[in-house]
């Protein structure tokens, strides 16, 4: 090439005398000289300061012992005083134009983009070594031979090998491998020309030396994920180029997301199996009770007082076991779910005295006089009203059973240092310290299930959980003949929060399935007919609701199995009073009497949801329904909340009414 042609890279010829023979116009460029005043002129006036030391002591020599230089870094002076730094490529060879002498022809290549391009690989290098995974380039031949070319500095902490033992061989990294993924790391086929990305998990028996982590024998379990692009080679050997990276604590993350997703699967599959068991189990049941209610209740000469007395084992055997599948579900359900509470500022007054006046039958029947003891002062809690109410009530009703007739049961509530206390004392026969430590274990009834006192064991169980839900606690202090006395100890409100009576709206009229709230009773109220619709798809069901109802003259009970059957019965003549069960063939029950609704004749007619749910109340309360009923039904709630629908129906039951006052029914 004639050293005058336009080239990228500066050129130059330089005889033996150090003098410039020829220059090409890139040189002239970088250097900002015309070629007349450069020829001629010694070659050091091309470099500076620097560069004219270097080619003294370094170029000339190595030029005269090897004849050539490669990539040598130098200096450039320009006219305008910059400097350029280039790479000085020199060979020495003999000149074409005279016979005898020598000339150099150098090479001079700027070194700005080539200085760009190191500091970038540099750059990149650093990044690649600091990084936490490895960057690698592995190479399979057709012999099976592998080895890393290359591999960053990570893979040291990676694998415990060094990089330039990867480039030997890949023995130490392959031999760590689990034998499954030894096998597929690497060996997966491909097609020449192939451009995949390769996305995989290996499994490493690491040093715990390197991995910081132990197992049996030594050694470790880590997970390596590779990010690799195969290609084909010459001579059929493969290529991989990726990243890989210890994905270790990654994999046990989502191993336990994916443990918290199946027990989650396991706690949802279970509280729908519990539904469809109380819903199963409490349905036979619904008959059972009713009927032998209704036998025992109404007037049949025929049957004898031996059957009568049978009939009555029947219904109090079919009322333990509806018990025990309360508690059982109760308990089932707390366990995979928890209890709901909404806890609020409660006045705790009314729920203590409406607990207790549940329990006047109770007490009554076996003889044990109740009494009350409420200090004066604040008696708020933070509480939820419905499971407080379910607590004292659990209580309450082990106080009567394990009392004695003549003996006596005290409630009494008091607030001490921001916690208020209650305490339900009874004259019973008391406990022993080891049955108070074993007193709320599962079906644990401390001697009494060989006794004729009715029970299942996991009233405490499921009062004791009550309880910690709301945030309290609850304790019992017994002896030997001197009865027990249990606490609970619930936090009370700031002095600022509103209770909850205030909040939902003291005074509203009484309305909810079986009388959860009194309801005015006069002293006589018969209407002369009173239309009830029932829907409800189980026949026996039917027979039970119209069997309670022909107690009642006025009622005039149909039943109907669908919703459908439901639309056209109320079209036919509207109903005064509604009792829908909740899972229907072509509707769902909380469905059914939105449509109902509807109808500005049916807005304000009572309705009554009539379930085996076990959080009936809650659906009721949610869909907009006056109450519950739940099955298995009582006879005596249904009809006293029948007598409740029938002073509604009429317009007899308003807030302002004197009538005697009907205790709650649960």
């Not at 620097?50 to 320009?78: D, F, I, W």
């Not at 990010?227 to 210890?246: I, K, N, P, S």
């Not at 918290?260 to 699967?265: F, G, S, T």
């Not at 449509?595 to 809650?618: C, I, K, M, S, W």
Request: net charge neutral.
């Amino acid at each position: 090439m004639k050293p005058g042609i336009a080239f990228p890279c500066g050129l130059a010829i330089v005889d033996e005398e150090g003098l410039l023979q020829a220059v090409n116009e890139t040189l002239c460029a970088i250097v900002g000289r015309a070629a007349g005043e450069l020829v001629g002129q010694p070659v050091t006036q091309l470099f500076t300061p620097g560069g004219r030391v270097m080619h003294q002591t370094y170029l000339q020599p190595l030029l005269r012992l090897h004849g050539r230089v490669e990539e040598l870094a130098l200096s450039l002076q320009a006219a305008d005083g910059q400097t350029h730094d280039v790479l000085v490529y020199a060979e020495v060879e003999p000149d074409d134009r005279r016979a005898g002498q020598r000339v150099c022809r150098l090479v001079l290549v700027p070194y700005r983009a080539r200085r760009a391009v190191d500091d970038e690989l540099l750059r990149i290098r650093r990044a690649a070594d600091q990084a936490p995974g490895a960057v690698f380039e592995f190479r399979r031949e057709v012999d099976g031979r592998s080895w890393f070319p290359y591999a960053s500095e990570g893979v040291h902490a990676l694998t415990g090998c060094l990089p330039e033992q990867l480039r030997q061989s890949a023995e130490c990294w392959l031999r760590r491998l689990n034998p499954d993924d030894r096998a597929r790391f690497g060996a997966r086929p491909g097609r020449a020309g192939d451009d995949w990305l390769e996305h995989f998990m290996v499994a490493v028996q690491a040093d715990a030396e390197a991995t910081g982590q132990t197992m049996p024998g030594g050694s470790a379990r880590v997970w390596f994920e590779v990010h690799a692009r195969a290609r084909h080679v010459d001579g059929g050997a493969m290529v991989w180029q990726g990243y890989m990276a210890d994905v270790s604590q990654r994999r046990r993350l989502e191993e336990e997301a994916a443990g918290r997703l199946a027990a989650e699967q396991v706690r949802l599959s279970q509280t729908e199996f519990l539904g469809r068991v109380s819903h199963e189990l409490r349905t036979p049941l619904n008959a059972i009770l009713a009927f032998s209610q209704l036998l025992v209740a109404g007037d049949h000469p025929g049957l004898g007082e031996t059957p009568l007395q049978q009939l009555g084992l029947i219904g109090a055997a079919a009322t333990q076991l509806r018990q025990l599948v309360d508690d059982l579900i109760q308990v089932s359900r707390a366990e995979a779910q928890g209890f709901g509470v909404e806890l609020a500022a409660l006045d705790v007054r009314q729920t203590v005295y409406r607990s207790i006046a549940l329990a006047v039958p109770q007490a009554a029947e076996a003889g044990v006089e109740l009494r009350a003891e409420l200090d004066a002062g604040d008696l708020h809690a933070l509480a939820d009203e419905r499971r407080l109410a379910q607590v004292l009530g659990n209580l309450l009703s082990n106080a009567i059973k394990y009392n004695h007739r003549g003996g006596q049961v005290w409630v009494r509530v008091r607030a001490r240092h921001g916690e208020l206390r209650l305490t339900v004392r009874d004259t019973g026969p008391g406990l022993t310290p080891l049955q108070c430590r074993s007193l709320f274990r599962p079906f644990e009834r401390l001697g009494a299930e060989h006794s004729a006192v009715p029970g299942t064991g996991l009233g405490l169980v499921i009062t004791r959980q009550l309880v910690e839900r709301m945030g309290g606690r609850i304790g019992v202090e017994s002896e030997p003949g001197a009865g027990s006395a249990f606490h609970v100890a619930l936090p009370q409100p700031p002095a600022h929060a509103e209770p909850r009576a205030r909040r939902r709206g003291a005074g509203r009229a009484p309305s909810d399935g079986f009388g959860r709230v009194a309801l005015p009773v006069p002293a006589a109220v018969h209407p002369t007919r009173l239309c009830v619709l029932y829907v409800d798809d189980n026949e026996v069901n039917g027979q039970v609701m119209a069997a309670i109802f022909r107690r009642r003259r006025q009622a005039e009970l149909r039943v109907v199995g669908t919703g459908a059957e439901a639309l056209a019965a109320v079209r036919a003549e509207p109903p005064a009073l509604l009792l829908i069960d909740l899972h229907l063939p072509d509707t769902c029950g909380t469905q059914l009497l939105k449509r109902l609704r509807q109808d500005p004749r049916l807005a304000f007619v009572p309705a009554y949801l009539v379930t085996a749910a076990d959080d009936g109340h809650e659906l009721a309360r949610r869909a907009g329904f006056a109450g519950c009923w739940p099955k298995p039904l009582d006879v005596e709630a249904v009809l006293s909340a029948f007598d409740g629908a029938c002073l509604l129906s009429t317009g007899c039951a308003d807030t302002g009414h004197a009538g005697a006052v009907r205790p709650a029914l649960h």
